[in-house]
């Protein structure tokens, strides 16, 4: 098989022009052809939906979604449950309408059922939207509105038994964390300047009661949320 199919050598057979090439005995059980099948993978699905890059994605909790965040100002909702060549794309959010500001992170609702998504762009009068999954409509939360001023390209999730803490990390600085119920409405934890330059990434502890923000500032600060 080394001398057969190896690219990393030169005398593999894939890099000379050999004649005589060894042969397996397959016992007729499938052909050559097959047998590359199963050597190389073959992608499952391959989508052109966006004008630019694509800067993140994120599956659904019971993986029969994924959605893309797109530079060209628009996220994406595809489903994965489609086959053959049948269109996959089921939303096309525009998250940023004519501003062009790139979307950085997209996330699911962390339930096997996803009723949002959230999407963080550097929209500076709306780093952080809401989507209904079903209608690609925006979600209107009173939560999420005023938080402006600054993109955001720090997100984090995290299920809890009664609901769903959601947090945004702000370029300038500004972490906000919020909760939504498992009835639907959503609340403000916290709203404050975590750090001096922009916050890059963010993760909350297993039991929700600690968010852990990295920033550009040089520095890394946990943050108590109980």
Known sequence: VWKNAATGNP??????GEYEI??????SRFNYAEMCRLICPRPFMV???????????????DGSRLATAGRDGTARIWDLTVGGTRERSLCRLPVSGEAGARVNRVLFEPTPQPRWLATYSDLSDAPLRLWDTETCAPVAADAVDGLSGAGSRAAAVRRLADGILVAAGLDDGRVRVLFASDDGDWSRRCDLRQHTRAVLDMDFSPDGKRLATASDDRWARVLALD
């Not at 989508?47 to 994605?57: I, M, P």
């Open 22 to 27: 060894f042969e397996f005995d397959l016992g």
């Open 11 to 16: 005398y593999s057979y894939v890099n000379t």
């Open 47 to 61: 989508e052109r939906g966006h004008a630019d890059g694509v800067a993140d994605l994120d599956f659904s909790a």
